[in-house]
Every structure is written in structure tokens, then in C-alpha cells.
């Protein structure tokens, strides 16, 4: 009878798979990383320049303009943190963008899961609808906005700036929270009908708390791009007692022109809620994206 050869397997450890070695992946990780580098350098150093020159007087900046702070000056940070003014100007921004928020996640939420969960004609058409709304601009509807917040008698008026905000964050939300409650199995949907939940029941009770993840992400966007918004409320508000920080700090930019390192001081201040804020709440953000993008 003829042997039959086996073909043993080599000793030796296994290969991982999509393990990519050689000079080749050593190039790609540098300039990955370099890339990297780069990036963290443009977005840092800026943040630190200011910050830095508000521990500065105007006068070390104006001699060595990106020196340290030789010696440290403390009082550009308390003058400013015991200004009412300031203190204002955050509390209207918070408001805003705590309204702002609750009604794009709330509103985003029932448009995301009547596109996701209910077949009906013409629902594809209006969700590429809500897509190509990314890709509009807020300067191109200034105009015709101020002119429709005049008309409804809503200039000088907080609504008149959350509810705007709140329309143009209305398409990020659709898009990122709609493959979320697509991907829910149906099983759920109808073991929730089969128990006597109604579909208003399964929204509320079983959808939503499966959509966290992708609600946090939202409200995070939307509070930050509230925060930051600056071109709406200088077209609703002309009285000071109303503006919010964004304005503040132009306003004070303009009153202490002379002034380099307390305008960098109350720059710097503006910016900690927001920065504090994502910060925190970053790996939130890449989960709930993640989770859109798997959906």
C-alpha cells in the first residue's frame, strides 16, 4: 500500500491575524503618530497661550509675546471671577443651551424613531431630507431668520435663540440616533406588544433606555454647539443683559482692547465649561458614534 503523507503544521508560535508586519507598518505608524502629534500641537498650544497669558500683564506680553508668566499675575483671573458681568453672561448660556438641548433630544428622539420604527411612503426621501440639512449653513438663513423672529415678535427673547439652535442640531441628532433604534430587534417590539405595551409604551419604556448611549452623545453635541453658538444670538439680542458668553467676550474684547491679558483671561474662563465638560464626557461621545456608525 502507498504511505500517505501528513502534512504536519510548523512548529512555532501562530501568527495573529490582522497582524500587518515589515517596514511598511513601522512607516504607517510613524506618520500615524506623527499626524497625531501634529494635530495635538495645533489645538494645544493655542488653549495654553491664552490661559498662560492671563497669569501675564500686558505689558511682559507686549516684551516677550510667547514668554512664561515671570512673574505670575493672579489678579486678571480674580477680577474677572468676581465680575457680575461674567457670571451673567454664563448663566444665560447655560440656560440656553439647557432648553436648546432638551428640545433637540426630545424632538430628535420622536422624529429618529418614527423614521426607524414606522414603514410609510416617503420616509426615506425625508430622512435624506433631515441629511442634507447637515450641509446648510446658518449664515445662508440669517436673513430670512431674523426676519421671521421680528415678525413673531421674538428678538430680546431667550426662545428666540434656543428654539433655532435646537433646529439646526435637529439633523446630527436624526442621523446618529436613527440607526441606534433601527438596529432594536422587532422580537422586543412585539414581545412589548404581546404584554399590552402600546407603541408610544415601547418608545418610552424600552427604545430610549436602549439608546442611551446614542442620547448622551446627542445632548453632549448639542449643549457644546448651544455653548459656542455666536452669529444667533447677536441677531436676537441688541440689549447686553441678554447675551450670552460668546458675546460677552467679543463685548469685552472691544471694552479692554488695551487690555491683552485680561481679555486672554476672560477668553481662557469662557472656554473651561465647555472644555471641562467634553472632556468628561469624550468617551460617551465615541461610544454613542461608534454605535451610530455599527447601526
Excluded: C
Excluded at 58 to 65: K, V
Excluded at 111 to 130: D, Q, T, V
Excluded at 163 to 169: D, G, L, M, Q
Amino acid at each position: 500500500m502507498a504511505a500517505t503523507a501528513i502534512e504536519r503544521p510548523q512548529k512555532g508560535r501562530p501568527r495573529r491575524r490582522g497582524h500587518v508586519s515589515g517596514p511598511g507598518s513601522a512607516v504607517g505608524y510613524t506618520l500615524a503618530y506623527g499626524v497625531g502629534v501634529i494635530i495635538v500641537v495645533i489645538t494645544v498650544v493655542p488653549l495654553l497661550y491664552v490661559f498662560l497669558g492671563g497669569f501675564r500683564t500686558t505689558a511682559q506680553i507686549n516684551e516677550h509675546p510667547s514668554g512664561l508668566p515671570s512673574p505670575w499675575v493672579w489678579t486678571n483671573y480674580s477680577d474677572i471671577l468676581t465680575s457680575p458681568s461674567f457670571w451673567h453672561f454664563l448663566l444665560n448660556s447655560a440656560l440656553i443651551a439647557v432648553v436648546a438641548t432638551a428640545l433637540t433630544v426630545g424632538l430628535g428622539a420622536m422624529a429618529a424613531f418614527a423614521l426607524s420604527r414606522y414603514a410609510f411612503k416617503g420616509r426615506e426621501a425625508l430622512y435624506a431630507l433631515f441629511t442634507i440639512g447637515l450641509m446648510f449653513p446658518l449664515t445662508v438663513a440669517a436673513l430670512p431668520l431674523y426676519l421671521q423672529l421680528r415678525r413673531l415678535g421674538m428678538l430680546e427673547n431667550m426662545w428666540g435663540v434656543a428654539i433655532p439652535e435646537a433646529a439646526f442640531s435637529l439633523s446630527i441628532t436624526i442621523v446618529i440616533l436613527r440607526p441606534f433604534m433601527r438596529a432594536v430587534p422587532a422580537e422586543l417590539e412585539d414581545a412589548a406588544v404581546v404584554d399590552g405595551t402600546s407603541r408610544l409604551g415601547f418608545f418610552w419604556r424600552v427604545l430610549l433606555p436602549l439608546s442611551a448611549p446614542a442620547l448622551t452623545t446627542v445632548a453632549i453635541l448639542s449643549f457644546v454647539t448651544s455653548w459656542n453658538f455666536y452669529i444667533l444670538p447677536l441677531l436676537v439680542f441688541n440689549e447686553q443683559i441678554h447675551f450670552t458668553l460668546p458675546l460677552g467676550v467679543a463685548t469685552f474684547q472691544s471694552q479692554y482692547s488695551a487690555d491683552t491679558a485680561k481679555v486672554f483671561a476672560f477668553t481662557g474662563l469662557s472656554m473651561v465649561p465647555t472644555l471641562f465638560f467634553f472632556v468628561i464626557a469624550q468617551r460617551r461621545i465615541i461610544g454613542g458614534l461608534t454605535g451610530a456608525v455599527k447601526g
